[in-house]
């Protein structure tokens, strides 16, 4: 059975500081790796997506996240956060051979930016 | 164009009562999701339709949970003899096509309170 791991349930930070969270995933094949955000009173969106290539992956706002296979990771990275990006972000996984494409998600994060 | 849909946004009721939840997927959207995010965590697979029919249920927790797809389009979630550990959000997503490099986009949830 596959599983994400978040290990930072929570994050404070200052605005324009470094973020970088945390994500870990078990699964016994070729996967993809989704970022989701969500923001206070909005509903779960995407922030970025890896399914093959380059393992470098740039979403919207500025983050990206970077692919290591030999660490089975996923980490969330963005140079400089803002106020804005206060939220609870999930990290989920899912197969390449799973048909139905179901996801599992980690626990999240939920970070707050001080302004 | 429109998201995905959810009503309704709040859904309070007493134990042991029978509610029905409701998803409007993204128009052309083939495959259908249920979630279920619990306080505290990240959201859990239910229920996948492919079309008409439930490709996949073994998220159910248990047979007094039940999901119809009957057009291919609108799905109800229908929970019987609500339990309070039935409290949560219920997350519906919808894709353009299973498996592969298929994104899943969420709707709002429904908050469901059990008393």
């Known amino acids: 059975a596959q599983s994400v791991s978040q290990h930072n349930h929570h994050v404070i930070l200052s605005e324009a500081a470094s973020l970088e969270l945390g994500c870990n995933y078990s699964?016994?094949?070729?996967?993809?790796l989704f970022w989701y955000v969500q923001y206070p009173g909005q509903h779960l969106q995407l922030l970025l997506k890896?399914?093959?290539?380059?393992?470098l992956v740039k979403g919207i706002k500025g983050f990206e996240a970077e692919f290591i296979k030999s660490k089975f990771s996923f980490n969330l990275r963005k140079p400089s956060v803002q106020w804005s990006d206060t939220a609870e972000y999930f990290c989920?996984?899912?197969?390449?051979?799973?048909?139905?494409?179901?996801?599992?998600f980690g626990g999240g994060t939920r970070l707050m930016v001080k302004p | 164009g429109a998201g995905v849909s959810q009503t309704p946004s709040n859904k309070v009721t007493e134990k042991g009562k029978y509610v029905e939840l409701r998803c409007d997927p993204i128009?052309?959207?083939?495959?259908l999701y249920w979630y279920r995010q619990s306080l505290g965590q990240g959201p859990e697979f239910l229920i996948y339709?492919?079309?008409?029919?439930?490709?996949?249920d073994s998220g159910l927790p248990n047979d007094r949970f039940f999901a119809v797809r009957p057009e291919g389009s609108v799905s109800t979630l229908k929970i019987q003899r609500t339990e309070r550990g039935d409290s949560a959000v219920y997350l519906c997503?919808?894709?353009?096509?299973?498996?592969?490099?298929?994104?899943?986009?969420f709707g709002p949830g429904t908050r469901l309170t059990v008393l």
């Open positions: 128009s052309g959207h083939t495959a």
């Open positions: 997503a919808s894709s353009f096509r299973q498996g592969g490099t298929s994104t899943q986009y």
């Open positions: 989920a996984v899912t197969g390449h051979n799973n048909a139905g494409n179901m996801l599992t």
């Open positions: 890896y399914f093959s290539g380059d393992p």
């Open positions: 339709f492919q079309g008409t029919g439930a490709a996949d």
């Open positions: 699964y016994g094949g070729t996967v993809n």
